[in-house]
């Protein structure tokens, strides 16, 4: 359950408990009096007591209702996530995957240490070559190839950080479960902040960086650029302008957590 509940349940308690304790009750009416008899001729005469005014009784403030959400288990809980996640604008193609929650965890655990889960986001990579560029009889990244990402991060920043963040705190030990299926017992905050450091870290570089061919693939010629992770090194081909977008994201992401 996300801590937003608890402490909003624990807050309307408090509320109900003084509601009860301090409600203005009804005053009761006194006793009626005896009758006073008098010696005759006089005739018997009972005094009516006064009337008493009883304070109205204010109507009870509406009590807002928290919802509890009950966790499906780990193996269960595909169709949980679609229905917890179809309002936060992910993309189709990850929800249509199974096996949600190791999915995820599989990323985090990946993200955390500057790895590329390359198997679980196979289907969401970009189409076409990795475009580069001679010039001078040098080679260099093509900043052709960098709109190959854009849909990418418009898909990103349609998705709200703070629906995402509930989002993540709702399932926390679904993930933790699953971490802990592949032998990972650190905390779930602590990888997710440094999969955040992981990316918030990688340059921006206006210049188009110069490649050198190594065997079937490319490598960054500069050794500071070559020396990052394999996961800022793919963020790198995303360009200067969609990098300052996902940073950018990222900030409201980070502040979110921050508050939930």
Same mark, same amino acid.
């Given at each position: 359950?996300?801590? $937003?509940?608890?402490?909003?349940?624990?807050?309307?308690?408090?509320?109900?408990?003084?509601?009860?304790?301090?409600?203005?009750?009804?005053?009761?009416? #006194?006793?009626?009096?005896?009758?006073?008899?008098?010696?005759?001729?006089?005739?018997?005469?009972?005094?009516? #007591?006064?009337?008493?005014?009883?304070?109205?009784?204010?109507?009870?403030? $509406?009590?807002?209702?928290?919802?509890?959400?009950?966790?499906?288990?780990?193996?269960?809980?595909?169709?949980?996530?679609? +229905?917890?996640?179809?309002?936060?604008?992910?993309?189709?193609?990850?929800?249509?995957?199974?096996?949600?929650?190791?999915?995820?965890?599989?990323?985090?655990?990946?993200?955390?240490?500057? +790895?590329?889960?390359?198997?679980?986001?196979?289907?969401?990579? #970009?189409?076409?070559?990795?475009?580069?560029?001679?010039?001078?009889?040098?080679?260099?990244?093509?900043?052709?190839?960098?709109?190959?990402?854009?849909?990418?991060?418009?898909?990103?920043?349609?998705?709200?950080?703070?629906?995402?963040?509930?989002?993540?705190?709702?399932?926390?030990?679904?993930?933790?479960?699953?971490?802990?299926?592949?032998?990972?017992?650190?905390?779930?905050?602590?990888?997710?902040?440094?999969?955040?450091?992981?990316?918030?870290?990688?340059?921006?570089?206006?210049?188009?960086?110069?490649?050198?061919?190594? +065997?079937?693939?490319?490598?960054?010629?500069?050794?500071?650029?070559?020396?990052?992770?394999?996961?800022?090194?793919?963020?790198?081909?995303?360009?200067?302008?969609?990098?300052?977008?996902?940073?950018?994201?990222?900030?409201?992401?980070?502040?979110?957590?921050?508050?939930?």
């Amino acid at each position: 359950m996300h801590p $937003g509940f608890l402490i909003g349940g624990a807050a309307l308690a408090i509320v109900l408990i003084l509601v009860v304790q301090f409600w203005p009750q009804p005053e009761q009416e #006194p006793p009626a009096r005896e009758p006073v008899v008098t010696a005759p001729p006089d005739p018997i005469v009972e005094e009516q #007591p006064e009337p008493v005014p009883v304070p109205p009784v204010e109507e009870p403030v $509406g009590v807002v209702t928290v919802p509890v959400v009950t966790l499906a288990a780990l193996n269960e809980s595909d169709a949980f996530v679609r +229905e917890r996640i179809a309002g936060l604008g992910l993309p189709g193609l990850w929800t249509q995957r199974d096996e949600l929650i190791r999915r995820l965890a599989v990323v985090v655990d990946n993200a955390a240490r500057g +790895e590329l889960p390359r198997r679980q986001l196979a289907f969401m990579a #970009p189409s076409g070559v990795f475009p580069v560029r001679e010039r001078g009889g040098r080679v260099y990244l093509d900043p052709a190839g960098y709109e190959r990402f854009d849909g990418y991060l418009d898909t990103l920043e349609g998705v709200d950080p703070v629906l995402l963040s509930d989002f993540l705190a709702l399932v926390d030990s679904l993930v933790v479960e699953a971490l802990g299926e592949l032998g990972n017992r650190r905390g779930v905050v602590e990888q997710v902040s440094d999969a955040l450091l992981e990316l918030e870290s990688v340059p921006v570089l206006w210049v188009p960086p110069e490649l050198v061919p190594v +065997e079937a693939v490319y490598q960054y010629a500069d050794p500071q650029l070559e020396s990052l992770s394999l996961l800022q090194k793919q963020v790198l081909r995303m360009g200067p302008r969609n990098v300052n977008r996902l940073k950018a994201w990222l900030g409201r992401l980070k502040a979110a957590l921050r508050s939930s």
